[in-house]
Each structure stands twice: as structure tokens, then as C-alpha cells.
């Protein structure tokens, strides 16, 4: 609509104001003097009328504005046209020959070229109007990702090109960009070329690129570009190599080819024509000072004005001229709010010799710092030049004008120059500091050569009618392949006018002159510099306040164009021609550097793989919009998450060991409050972790916390379901911890140390049935309800987390798709040497028992293997010790006799660890520990050990009791501590065993060192060390009843978890399937019936206190690879089992390097790293007891016992004595809860005795009938009902 107006109003517009019209002048050399001071007056006035509409509409981009633009170039054009036509018909060739004055020849041919002037009216308008179109598309283009949100080209997407390392998002900006903005023009474009080439052909020129080159006034022109550009070849190649090879090192291999091209939209600029904002990924020594004073710049409150006054101290200092008056009331030095403006910077003559302004959308940065000096230099050279005529006010040639503030913005630069400012703290002078300066300006200065090459080269192309427009995007992507050795990112047909994105295309500014400039102004440099008086590398000369260097600035300024390029060139410099060589020799330290970089790495100079081209990232472009894809900012998250989460996860951790150690409601209020706070930051940043897209991220710990991040665990549930969960733990632990057995209201029993006392320490049958089946009934049946709710929750917040149930989220801490099977495997491995174990075991207990209690067809009663869960078998040793007479390792008695106590448990361990060079505990852990059970207050006795993330307070919590099993125990715990110690350094999201397992493995490696006879004669528990057959053989059965009697009870824990989760078991028959598993995987039963009034899943600790259990089960298998790969280290030679790693640095490294990786790798590198092998493996196991195996199966071979418990129904006999120690309102009887005064009648023992021998009659012929269906079946494989 507004251009069928523009129209209308151009009817009456073609006509000249007469004010302006050319008079009458004589066909002489004094007529034209005349016509040429006539002329020169009249275009003051008539450009600054051009000029000022252009300026308003650049400052304010509206349809109004560009009308009046277009009017005043048509005004413009039609004076051009005027004065020119009447040059040409005034004044002849012939007559100008004979002129003495050379100056007014050339100032009549300059305006006898009229350019667009020469185009009749109507195509005069057209061109006009294309022109103010494409500025207009360019200049109003937006990115727009989602509704109501949209990015300019500054400051928002030149941000985003510069500071982003997503490659989605910078992708998506630059093909967004290159769309919103060429496209359009693509149409209009070749009929500008059209209506230019008209225009330049009636001025006498080949096309509008001839014309343009007619500037430099030199017919060798383009050869002298092209050898310039061979003498500067080599530096860019090898800045192109070495830039290459660190963007591969970012993105790697899918997205940078290292014979290829470079992906055009990774290296920080929208046309890649500098690079110096992605200097951080490049910086040559990161450890020496790299010039960005950014940052110091907005401390000291620098604004755009600030900026502009810094430059223009700079120009006065060397002698010239300060700013006039109205360039600061004028100019435009920020972008407004308020309109659309042209952002990019440009500096503006209004030639009227007292108006000259800026516009720039200034940002405080140092980069813009320099485009300051850089304009600034533009209005320096209009003021040394305004009194030439108008015909002379430009630059001796194009590249002149461009090269005046350049080259101060080479003094600005300097670290010198920004320390005398103010900017740079301290100067540094060493190689290193110089490599990292001049990289960056080589990335800003050498990067551009071939861009401000090309650009020219390509319009050339078009002007000649040698590139038609069915070629335009193929011929420039060309071109930007052959010199720049970039390529689009996504494929660009023709139908894309991807040159149309650059300002200078749309906005018809020659290019060339930009190219010319960065050769000039070396060699201005290096002049000013020597008038300067600087001495040294050229690199470092800064020529601020050296008048002599602006003297001769100044002469070359004044001048304009009245004289050819090459004379005032000659007179600076004392050279006519242009000379790549100050360039060289300003950049030859850090071309030295690249070309010895490239040759380390092998570098490939150029791009042999020309046609190379990046796959489309997967899920581009749907991702960018909804995900964050810089991996920078996901770093720039992740830290500012670990620096909130120490203080966060501290301050749980604080409440919840108040709470462990001092058991009470106000401490329970605490951490319930401070585990909301914990889950409240654990879902924000978990939510925020949930907006990256790390696909293409190239740190794999950054993709690795962000998983990590991303599942919320219970933090997922809403706020009403997470008090109830959190309440829910609290409650079961508590219930737990403070259950207590009691024989009558004055004597309870805790289960620590009491219970734990008689079960390891009782012989008598029915007091062992007495703590077991108490403690069953204080804590296990209590829970039973509170876990029914607690599996719904932890199945809610495990599915909001993306897992099939908790069990699931479980099994995916261990990274294994096949987790499950390899754990069966293992088991299958493992299951002989349980199996003889468990027969032997048995023979002795029914030596001990008798017929009535032990079934050696059977499993064996729970509750007789000196355990409350049956878990470990060691406080037996002494009724399955196999030779009585020989050595007997168990320090308990040589502790006490020695005065052990606590303290001097967990010094020794401490001493252990020392001696392999690890760490010390630290003053925290003396100060705070909780190493015995106090006896003011109740607390929660397992022992625990603590990271409180803060790097420094580390803690453990034991009830510890002076017995070997208690010092095995310290070292387990300790042996956490040392892991927390090792990677404390980690991110918080690392400061984790590589899996659940490496945890638990690591004091327990130790373990199996400390344990050795051995070890425990040179720490003074052992008299002697007896190494005999016998000796041995009671060694590792007391191991084999701590580390192989546990390992089914360590699978099976989880495996019945795992199927309440998810709902093979459902909770009417938990205690039925948990009893189904004991037997199964242990061999074992209830020693009186159970039912599903009972819980006893929830009398074990890690039950109620949602304690992943699968961990021990790995970790026995894991701590003998590490024990064998650790004595190896050590330099052992013998049996395994003898092996003491004690005082060994070697094994000390081996493990603390293992340690120090936390979880910032998989589990299967740790585990190479370690043993040499990635995984789980039970040889080294086998290996350790082997002597036991063999002699196992010997001796169970010599009593002609059965493996496993083919009687697998058989329960022991129910006595009079054991009736005693029920529970007073009931007795167990047939599987159903009696009254106890029913069960005093006579009549009912008979009963009793009678139902007993029918059911025997029955089982023994059930047996005999099932047993040849299961003859051929191990019984692992069948699941027991």
C-alpha cells in the first residue's frame, strides 16, 4: 500500500527545485571554475538534504520516512543528472584538455558521472524504490521462535552467535536469519543489477563492478588483490587448521570434518567474517592473561557516551581534531526503545562542514570498544577533509576511510594501552601473553581477509553477467568454500539468497574497500609507529599521544581524494603500492606458533574434502525451541546448581544426623523441614535440567550430571504426596530404631547391642527364638501398613520420573541394560560354593541342635546362624570351626586384653589407609563422629558413614562394640569416609561411588587385607601366624561366613523389592514370597510359622529406611577384583587370601585414582581402570577361597550330606519351652494364632502331637512323588511356594 502512495507522490517529484538547477556557464577554463564553485556550493546543500532524510529514516524506520528517502534521492539523483548533463555539454573532453588547472579536470569528470542519474524517470524511481525496499526488508527482519517473541539481528541474535556453543541454537539462529532476511530480496535483487549496470554503462563503465573498481584508479587492480591475497594465504590457512581442530575438539567428529570446510555458523559472527568471539575456545594458554576488559569496563560504569569520549581523547592525543558540538547532540549512540532503527554502525558526513554524526546501537563490550574507534575514525578523516570540495570529500580511496580507525583501534588494543587507560589491571610481558594477544586479533583481523575478498568477488561476478541469478546462492557458497573454507551448516538451494543476509549486499556498499583496508592499515602502523618512536615488535606499539604519528595521519587525511591513492601513499609512506608485508611481520610470532600447533597435531592445511557438508542435528528444529542446546550455559547452570546444592544438601545433612543421633520429635520436625528444602531445590533445578538438549553436547560430564539432574527421585511428587512420603520414611525409621524387645515391663532390649549380643552369643535354642521372633514383633509387624502406602508413593515418584516403577529407577543407577541377568549369572557362578557352605554349615548345627531343630535334607531355622537376619554366619565360628585345635582368627578377646576401645578401632583404621598414601581423616571427623552408642538418648545404630558436601565435615555413626566384627566394620565405614575424601573435588552431582556397589566395596577391600593373620600380628592382635593347611582352612571359613553366607541374602533383598514394585508380589502375600525367597536363594525358614500378620521384610534395616540393598551383593563380588588387582599392584606373590596390601603406595594410588572419579564416569571405566577389565567377574572370588572349596567338598563328599534342601517344606519342631517364648496373647499352632489359655489344655497337645505324625505320614509320600518330578532341576530354578 505505502509504495503505491510513494508512487503518487513521485509524479510531481521528478522535476529539480530550481534554487538548484545549473545556471549558464561559458565553454571556458574560467566558466568552469565557475560551474565547478557553483556545484560544489549547491551540493552541500542538496546531499545534505539526502542525507539528513536518510538519516531519519535509518534512525526511524517507518513508511513515512522511507517515502521522504526515496523523494530525497530522487532529488538527489535529479540534481546529479542536472549539473552533470550540463558538465557534459559545457564542457568537452577537447576544451578540459586544455586546461591548466589538472584539479578542475578531474572535479568535472567526477561529475560527469551521474550513476542511477542517467536512468529515465520511471526506471530512476524503480531502482530508488528497490533499494529502499531491500533496506527496509533487511533492516526490520525478525527471528521469531515462538509467539510473541522476537529476535533482531542486534542485539539478540548477534548475541546468541557470539556467546552460544549450542550447535541447534546457533544453527537455528543462522538459518533463521538467512531466511527472514536474503530470502525476500532474492527477487528483487537481479533487477537492482539490471537497472545498476544501466546506470553504470551510461557513465562509459563495462558494468556497475567496473565502475567500482574504477575507484582505486589502477588498471592491475584485481591482479593486485589476487596477489595479496597469495602472500597472506598461508597464515589464514593455518588460523583456519588450528580453529578448526579446537571447534572438533567442542563438537567432534559428527559436526566438524578435519579435511573439511567449517560449518559456517560455529565461529561467532552471523557471516563468519570475524572470529574472535569464540577466542575462549580457542585461548593458546588459558593460564596467562588473555586481553577482555569487558568486565572491568562495566565495573568502572562505562556507557555508550564514556566509550565515544575514550576515543575521542585518543584523536586529540595524537594532535587532531575533537568532536564538534552537534556530533554529540546527533549522533545516535544507543538503540532506542521506542522505534526500528538500522543498527549497523556507520558514520555519516552531512556536508555542510559542521554536521557529523554516529549511528551505533552501542553495547559495553570491548569489541565495540574498537567499532568506536573505528567510526570515530570515519568522522576524523570528514573533519580534515570538510573544506575540500565535495568531490574530494573521500577517502584517497575507499579503503583509506576504512582504515583510519583501524589503525588506532590497533594502539587501542594493545595491553599497553589499555593499562594506561585504566582498563588492564596489570601488564604481563612474556611469550605466552603475546601468543594469546595476537591469536585474538588474528581472529578478528586474518579471519576477515577472505570474507572481505570474496564478497566483491562475487558481485563482480554478478555485475559481469558471469554469475546469472539461477546461480547466485551456488556461485557464493562457492566462493565462500574456495577461500574461506566454510560451508552451510543445512543445504541452501537457489532458492535461498543467502547474500542478501549481509547488510552490505541489500545496502549496495562496496566491500572491497574493507579487504584494502586491513592491508593498508598494517602499513600505516608500522609508519606511525616509527614516527612514534617505537622500538621493538610492532604488535606491541601503541601511539597514543604521539603527535608526530598524527602529523602524519593528518596529511593523509586532509588530502581526501583531491590526489591519487598512490601519491598520498607515497608521501606517508614512501611506497605507492599496497604490501601485505607489516601485516606479516605484526602477525609473525603467532603464525609461528599455528604453523608449529598444526604440525603437532598433523594438522591438514585447507579443505581437500571441499563438498563436505554436517548432518542435520536430530530433532532440529522442533528441539531449539523447547530445549536449551548451549552446552556453555548448561555449564554455567550446573555451576551455579553445585554451588546452591552444598548448602542446601549441608544443611539436611545436618538436620538428619541431629536426628540419627539424638532421637526425638523436634529433631524428626528439623529434618522433615530441611528434607522439603532439599526437595524443593533438587526439583527446581531438576525441572531446569529437564530444558537442555545435550544431544550434541561434547562434555560427557555435562551430559552426565544433567541425566543425573533431570530424574527429581521423590522430589517429582507433589508437595501434600512428598510430606507424606518424607513423613512416611521418618516414621518407619523411627518405628525401627527404637523398637526393643521386652521379657517383662522392667528388662526391654534394644536391638543394638542387645539382640545383636544374644544372637551372636546365645547357644540356647529358645532364647535365640525369644531376641528373633521379639524383634520381629517390635519392628518388622509395626511397619507393615506404613510400607504398603510407601511402595505407592515411591511407584508414583519413580513413573513421574520416566521409570516403570522404583525398582526400575533402582536398576538404572547401574547404567546396564542387563543388570538383572548379569546379577543371575553371577549367582549361578556362586551357587556351588553356597551350597557347601550351607551343607557344612548345617552338619554342624545339627551336631549342636539335634534332629528336632536341623533337617540335613532341609533349610536351616533362621534364627541359629548368629544373626538376626541370618545374613552373616561368622559369630558361629565356633561351632563349625573346622579344626578346633589350630589357629582361630578372631581378635575379640585380644582387643580387650589390650585395652581397645573405640577410638583406637578407628586410629588403626586411619593408619591402614595412611599407609597407602591416602588420606587422613580430617579434625571434623574426630570432633563430630558418633563412635559408641551414648546412653543418654536414643539413636540410630547402624553404623553410618557421612558426607555433609560441604568438602570438609565428614562423620561416622557407629555403635561400636570392641569385638573383631566391629573392626572389620570400622574399616567398611572408614573406608566410605576415604571415598568421600577422594572425590570431594567432584561436582556434588559426582561425589558418589561409580555404582552403589563401589561404595560398599571399598572398606570392605581393605577389609580383607586387615583381616589376614598377617595383618593382624603386625598391628600386635595375633601372637603368632600359623601358615598350615588347618590354619588356612579356619581363616577362610571365618571369611566365608561373613562374605559367602551373605551373598544370597544380598540378592535376594532387592529381588523381593523389586517385585513389590512392580506388583509380582502383591502386599497380601509379602511376608509369604519374602519367606519364598529366603528358602529359595538361602535355604533357610522361619523357625515358627509366619503369616501375613507379620512383616518381616521391615526388621531389617535398609527395609524401612528405603535403603537400596543390591549394592552388597555387588560389592562382594567387586571387592576381591579390586583385592587381586590391588595386590598385584602391591607386588604380592602367594595365595590371595594371604595378601596384606598394608604400606603399599602403589596399591594406594590404584585405588585412591579409582576414587577420585566419584561418579563422573560409568562404572565399567572405573572398573578398568582398577582391574583391567570392564566387568563384574566372581573368578577372583572363587580364586580367594578356593582352598575351602576344595576342602568343602571333600568333607560334605566324607558325611554324604545333600546339597541344598530338596525337604524344602520342613519346619523344626515346636516344643513346650519353645510355646514359653511367644507372645503372651497367642501361640503359634498349624499356622493360626491360638488364645494362650486354650493352648494350656491338655486336650490340644494332643491334638498337636497327633496332627504332627499325620502330617509327616502325608509329607514323606508327597516327598517321595515330588522329588522324582525336581530330580533333574537345581533349585534355583524353581520358584517355591
Not at 525496499?133 to 525478525?142: F, G, L, P, V, W
Not at 535334607?857 to 546362624?865: D, E, F, R, W
Request: with cysteine.
Amino acid at each position: 500500500m505505502h509504495w503505491a502512495v510513494l508512487l503518487l507522490a513521485l509524479i510531481g517529484a521528478s522535476a529539480l527545485n530550481p534554487e538548484w538547477q545549473p545556471g549558464a556557464y561559458e565553454s571556458s577554463e574560467a566558466g568552469a571554475e565557475r560551474f565547478v564553485s557553483d556545484y560544489n556550493t549547491t551540493a552541500e546543500q542538496v546531499f545534505y538534504f539526502s542525507t539528513e532524510a536518510s538519516w531519519t529514516y535509518n534512525t526511524n524506520l517507518t513508511d513515512y520516512n522511507s517515502q521522504q528517502q526515496v523523494l530525497a534521492s530522487l532529488e538527489e539523483q535529479a540534481f546529479s543528472e542536472a549539473w552533470g548533463q550540463k558538465a557534459k555539454t559545457t564542457f568537452s573532453d577537447a576544451l578540459m584538455d586544455t586546461f591548466t588547472n589538472q584539479e578542475l579536470k578531474t572535479l568535472i569528470k567526477k561529475i560527469n558521472v551521474l550513476g542511477p542519474a542517467n536512468l529515465v524517470q520511471t526506471e530512476r524511481e524503480r531502482y530508488n524504490t528497490i533499494l529502499s525496499q531491500m533496506d527496509n526488508i533487511y533492516s526490520t527482519a525478525k527471528l521469531c521462535p515462538k509467539e510473541g517473541e522476537c529476535w533482531s539481528l542486534e542485539p539478540e541474535l548477534k548475541e546468541i552467535l557470539a556467546n552460544s556453543r549450542s550447535y541447534k541454537k546457533l544453527l537455528y539462529v543462522w538459518e533463521g536469519w538467512h531466511n527472514v532476511s536474503g530470502k525476500p530480496l532474492k527477487n528483487l535483487y537481479p533487477e537492482f543489477v539490471q537497472l545498476s549496470n544501466k546506470a553504470s554503462t551510461m557513465d562509459g563503465f563495462e558494468d556497475t563492478g567496473a565502475y567500482w573498481r574504477s575507484w582505486y584508479e589502477s588498471p592491475t587492480f584485481e591482479q593486485d588483490l589476487e596477489r595479496l591475497y597469495k602472500q597472506l594465504q598461508p597464515l589464514y590457512l593455518n588460523l583456519h587448521a588450528f580453529v578448526r581442530r579446537k571447534l572438533y575438539d567442542f563438537y567432534g567428529p559428527k559436526y566438524i570434518n578435519l579435511n573439511g570446510p567449517i560449518p559456517a555458523h560455529l565461529l561467532g559472527n552471523m557471516w563468519s567474517q570475524t572470529w574472535n568471539n569464540i577466542y575462549d575456545m580457542m585461548i593458546p594458554f588459558p593460564d596467562k592473561p588473555n586481553v577482555d576488559v569487558t568486565s572491568n569496563m562495566v565495573a568502572q560504569g562505562y556507557n555508550a557516551t564514556h566509550m565515544f569520549r575514550v576515543a575521542e581523547e585518543f584523536f586529540t592525543s595524537l594532535g587532531l581534531k575533537e568532536m564538534p558540538q552537534k556530533f554529540w547532540e546527533k549522533s545516535m549512540l544507543e538503540k532506542p526503545d521506542d522505534r526500528e532503527v538500522v543498527c549497523h554502525a556507520s558514520a555519516w558526513d552531512f556536508y555542510n562542514r559542521e554536521d557529523f554524526r554516529i549511528k551505533q546501537c552501542t553495547i559495553v563490550t570491548m569489541e565495540q570498544l574498537f567499532t568506536v574507534h573505528h567510526e570515530m575514525g570515519h568522522v576524523e578523516y570528514y573533519l580534515q577533509y570538510k573544506d575540500q570540495p565535495v568531490s574530494f570529500r573521500r577517502g584517497a580511496n575507499p579503503g583509506f576511510h576504512e582504515a583510519i580507525g583501524d589503525v588506532l583501534s590497533l594502539s587501542v588494543s594493545t595491553p599497553k594501552h589499555l593499562n594506561t587507560i585504566g582498563l588492564l589491571e596489570t601488564l604481563t610481558d612474556d611469550n605466552e601473553t603475546d601468543i594469546n594477544y595476537l591469536l585474538k586479533m588474528a581472529l578478528e583481523k586474518i579471519a576477515f581477509l577472505p570474507f572481505g575478498y570474496l564478497i566483491d568477488q562475487w558481485r563482480w561476478g554478478v555485475f559481469s553477467g558471469y554469475t546469472p541469478p539461477e546461480r547466485y546462492n551456488a556461485e557464493w557458497w562457492y566462493l565462500r568454500t574456495k577461500y574461506q573454507g566454510i560451508c552451510p551448516p543445512v543445504r541452501r538451494t537457489e532458492e535461498f539468497f543467502d547474500p542478501g543476509a549481509k547488510y552490505h549486499i541489500p545496502g549496495n556498499t562496496p566491500y572491497i574497500r574493507y579487504f584494502v583496508s586491513f592491508i593498508l592499515q598494517f602499513q600505516f602502523h608500522q609508519k606511525l609507529c616509527q614516527e612514534a618512536g617505537h622500538t621493538g615488535p610492532l604488535h606491541k606499539c601503541d601511539i597514543y599521544r604521539s603527535t608526530q604519528a598524527g602529523a602524519v595521519l593528518e596529511k593523509v587525511l586532509r588530502a581526501g581524494s583531491s590526489r591519487p591513492w598512490t601519491e598520498v601513499l607515497q608521501d606517508a609512506l614512501g611506497t605507492n603500492k599496497m604490501d601485505a608485508s607489516p601485516l606479516m611481520e605484526y602477525f609473525q610470532p603467532v603464525t609461528t606458533w599455528l604453523e608449529e600447533q598444526n604440525r603437532l597435531t598433523d594438522e591438514t592445511l585447507g579443505w581437500p574434502d571441499f563438498d563436505w557438508m554436517p548432518p542435520v542435528p536430530e530433532g532440529y528444529p522442533e528441539d531449539v525451541v523447547d530445549k536449551i542446546t548451549d552446552e556453555t550455559q548448561a555449564k554455567q547452570f550446573l555451576a551455579e546448581y553445585n554451588s546452591t546444592a552444598e548448602i542446601v544438601w549441608n544443611a539436611y545433612t545436618e538436620a538428619s544426623w541431629a536426628y540419627n543421633t539424638d532421637i526425638n520429635e523436634q529433631n524428626k520436625q528439623i529434618m522433615l523441614e530441611k528434607n522439603l528444602e532439599m526437595a524443593n531445590h533438587t526439583k527446581t533445578y531438576g525441572l531446569e535440567s529437564c530444558k537442555y538438549d545435550t544431544t550434541d553436547f561434547q562434555d560427557p560430564s555435562v551430559k552426565r550430571i544433567l541425566k543425573k539432574l533431570s530424574d527429581l527421585e521423590r522430589a517429582v511428587l507433589p508437595d501434600a504426596e512428598l510430606k507424606e512420603y518424607n513423613n512416611l520414611l521418618a516414621s518407619m525409621e523411627t518405628t525401627y530404631s527404637v523398637a526393643k524387645v521386652c521379657r517383662d515391663e522392667n528388662t526391654c532390649l534394644p536391638l543394638d547391642p542387645d539382640l545383636n549380643k544374644i544372637m551372636a552369643e546365645s547357644r540356647d535354642y529358645d532364647e535365640l527364638l525369644f531376641a528373633w521372633q521379639g524383634w520381629r514383633n517390635a519392628s518388622g509387624r509395626e511397619l507393615r501398613q506404613s510400607y504398603e502406602r510407601y511402595v505407592e508413593l515411591a511407584n508414583l515418584a519413580a513413573r513421574s520420573n520416566g521409570h516403570v516403577d522404583n525398582g526400575a529407577f533402582w536398576r538404572s543407577l547401574y547404567e546396564t541394560p542387563t543388570f538383572e541377568k548379569d546379577l543371575e549369572a553371577l549367582w549361578k557362578d556362586l551357587e556351588p560354593l553356597y551350597l557347601n557352605l550351607h551343607t557344612y554349615v548345617r552338619r554342624a548345627l545339627f551336631k549342636k541342635y539335634g534332629a528336632k531343630r536341623i533337617n540335613l535334607k532341609g533349610p536351616i531355622p533362621a534364627h541359629l546362624l548368629g544373626n538376626m537376619w541370618a545374613q552373616t554366619w561368622s559369630s558361629i565360628m565356633d561351632l563349625v570351626m573346622p579344626y578346633p585345635d589350630a589357629t582361630q582368627i578372631d581378635v575379640t578377646q585380644a582387643m580387650i586384653a589390650n585395652g581397645w576401645n573405640a577410638l583406637r578401632m578407628f586410629k588403626e583404621s586411619e593408619r591402614f589407609f595412611t599407609s597407602l598414601g591416602l588420606m587422613a581423616m580430617p579434625n571434623e571427623f574426630w570432633q563430630k563422629s558418633m563412635l559408641e552408642k551414648p546412653t543418654d538418648r536414643e539413636v540410630v545404630c547402624h553404623a553410618s558413614a557421612w558426607d555433609f558436601y560441604n568438602r570438609k565435615d565428614f562423620r561416622i555413626k557407629q555403635c561400636t562394640v570392641v569385638n573383631m566384627d566391629d573392626l572389620i566394620t570400622v574399616h567398611h565405614e572408614m573406608g566410605h569416609v576415604q571415598y568421600f575424601l577422594q572425590y570431594k573435588e567432584q561436582p556434588i552431582s559426582f561425589r558418589d561411588g561409580a555404582n552403589p556397589g563401589f561404595h560398599e566395596a571399598i572398606g570392605d577391600v581393605l577389609a580383607l587385607s586387615v583381616s589376614t593373620p598377617k595383618h593382624l600380628h603386625s598391628i600386635g592382635l595375633l601372637d603368632k601366624v600359623e601358615d598350615n593347611q588347618e590354619s588356612t582352612i579356619n581363616f577362610l571359613m571365618s571369611i566365608a561366613l561373613d562374605k559367602i553366607a551373605f551373598l544370597p541374602f544380598g540378592y535376594l533383598m532387592d529381588q523381593w523389592r523389586w517385585k513389590v514394585f512392580d506388583g509380582r508380589i502383591p502386599s497380601s502375600e509379602y511376608n509369604k514370597e519374602w519367606w519364598n525367597l529366603r528358602l529359595k536363594y538361602q535355604g533357610l525358614c522361619p523357625p515358627v510359622t509366619r503369616t501375613e500378620e507379620d512383616f518381616d521384610p521391615g526388621a531389617k534395616f535398609h527395609i524401612p529406611a528405603n535403603v537400596p540393598y543390591i549394592r552388597y551383593f555387588v560389592s562382594f563380588v567387586i571387592q576381591f577384583q579390586f583385592h587381586k588387582a590391588l595386590c598385584e599392584a602391591a607386588g604380592h606373590t602367594g595365595p590371595l587370601h594371604n595378601c596384606d596390601i598394608y604400606e603399599s603406595k602403589e596399591a594406594g594410588k590404584l585405588l585412591g585414582d579409582v576414587m577420585k572419579l566419584g561418579y563422573s564416569k560409568p562404572w565399567p571405566e572405573a572398573m578398568a581402570m582398577i582391574t583391567g577389565q570392564p566387568e563384574m567377574s566372581v573368578q577372583p572370588l572363587m580364586e580367594y577361597f578356593q582352598p575351602l572349596i576344595t576342602w568343602l567338598e571333600q568333607e560334605n563328599k566324607n558325611n554324604g550330606d545333600i546339597l541344598g534342601w530338596p525337604e524344602y517344606s520342613w519346619k523344626p519342631s515346636t516344643t513346650e519351652s519353645t510355646a514359653a517364648v511367644m507372645e503372651d496373647s497367642s501361640v503359634d499352632f498349624l499356622g493360626l494364632n491360638i488364645d494362650r489359655a486354650a493352648a494350656t489344655a491338655g486336650q490340644w497337645v494332643l491334638l498337636v502331637l497327633g496332627i504332627v505324625l499325620l502330617l509327616a505320614t502325608i509329607f514323606l509320600a508327597y516327598k517321595y512323588r515330588r522329588s522324582r518330578h525336581l530330580q533333574n532341576k537345581s533349585i534355583s530354578q524353581v520358584e517355591l511356594k
